[in-house]
């Protein structure tokens, strides 16, 4: 059984930085492509950041590009995005997702990916 579970999520102040965590299990290929999607409050759920199944080839929204930064342990089962000098408009709710996959798609939807984590809440204020 395929499981997705974030971590790392909180309450930070503008300027800041966290680290989200999502530890996948059960996946019987390693040609998996991860992606890390928001919802932030009254809209639609967004993509932020994916790679793919080697770890090599990142792709970010434009809104985070510079700032964020997705990777992949050896293994593949980790995945971890490293956010830096937050804004109030990264307030959302962030989850993991996970595809059989090779690599993302030059725009990932969520429709592409059929495994979720539950979330972590990043509220980001003063």
């Known amino acids: 059984q395929v499981q997705v579970v974030e971590s790392g999520g909180g309450l930070v102040q503008p300027g800041g930085s966290l680290t989200l965590s999502c530890r996948t299990s059960?996946?019987?290929?390693?040609?998996?492509?991860m992606a890390w999607f928001r919802r932030p409050p009254g809209r639609e759920r967004e993509g932020v950041a994916c790679i793919n199944w080697a770890g090599t080839i990142p792709w970010y929204s434009k809104s985070v590009k510079d700032r964020f930064a997705i990777s992949k342990d050896a293994a593949g089962a980790t995945l971890l995005l490293r956010m830096h000098d937050l804004k109030s408009d990264d307030t959302a709710m962030y989850y993991c997702?996970?595809?059989?996959?090779?690599?993302?798609?030059?725009?990932?939807?969520?429709?592409?990916?059929?495994?979720w984590g539950q979330g972590t809440q990043v509220t980001v204020s003063s």
């Open positions: 059960g996946f019987r290929s390693d040609r998996v492509a």
């Open positions: 997702a996970a595809a059989f996959l090779g690599s993302c798609s030059d725009f990932p939807q969520p429709a592409e990916f059929g495994y």
